[in-house]
């Protein structure tokens, strides 16, 4: 049931996709989760063709999705939203843990591995044109660092 129902949304982000933004996508990956807990992460390189600016994201397998940015302040393991993240053309910008990620919150189901969730990332160009482009996630028991929203 819960697989059909990723399957059905991924057939539906597809077809809404016109014109893909000029990025390219690398080893994308979600962090299992288990019943009962409340948030995910997603991660990926994102390589622009061209400048573009990341100005969020989507999926239907949860209700909140933030860009969120993690860094190390001595000891102190720090994590902020963020509102934009600037992709320079030609450079890969890593979406990892400890990194930048996506936080997936309100999650409408266990992310199981095997199973693959459809994210729609938004991008603005240098002249402000927005874009998106789908993407297939696939979860996988890969243990980043955990963190609560
Ligand atoms: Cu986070």
Redesign the pocket.
Known sequence: MKKMFFAAALVAASAAQAQPAPVDIGSPWARVVLQGQASS?AYMTLTAREPLTLTGATTPAAGIV?V?E?WMDGDVMK?RARETVALPAGQAVSFRPGGY?F?LMDLKAAFRPGTVVPMTLQFRDAQGKAHELSVSVPVTAAAPMM?K?
């Open positions: 992460a933030e969120h993690m994590m990620h936080m963190h929203p």
